[in-house]
């Protein structure tokens, strides 16, 4: 499984930017997906979240400003990031999360990150 994540960079607060995901080499259905960030020095933790049938989930710090979505024909995922903060600045990973399919446990899987920097 390979996961390639793109569209980091620089954003002044109160701008927007949106993180694909593009997963391949899958050979199992996910049944979610997710995006994780990671702060110099810090583990990562978890800021969205989105299943095969469309639940989301989203960390406090991100909620009403983040959007996740999952093209799963495209096998991509995507993280609508707006009204960015200094704060957002950090490593942003996409993951497929470890789960139990056809007597097998999958994951987790992890892409190589893409940084994502917000200015005042």
């Known amino acids: 499984v390979r996961l390639v994540e793109s569209g980091g960079g620089l954003a002044q607060a109160g701008e927007s930017l949106r993180l694909s995901c593009a997963a391949s080499?899958?050979?199992?259905?996910?049944?979610?997906m997710a995006w994780y960030r990671q702060y110099a020095g810090k583990e990562r933790d978890l800021v969205a979240r989105?299943?095969?049938?469309?639940?989301?989930n989203y960390s406090d710090s991100v909620k009403g400003r983040f959007t996740i979505s999952w093209v799963s024909a495209e096998n991509t995922t995507y993280l609508q990031m707006n009204s960015l903060k200094p704060e957002d600045t950090a490593v942003y990973f996409c993951?497929?999360?470890?789960?139990?399919?056809?007597?097998?446990?999958?994951?987790?899987?992890w892409g190589q990150g893409t940084q994502v920097t917000v200015f005042s």
């Open positions: 993951s497929i999360p470890r789960q139990w399919q056809n007597h097998k446990i999958w994951g987790p899987y």
């Open positions: 989105i299943t095969n049938d469309g639940i989301e």
């Open positions: 080499n899958i050979i199992f259905s996910s049944t979610a």
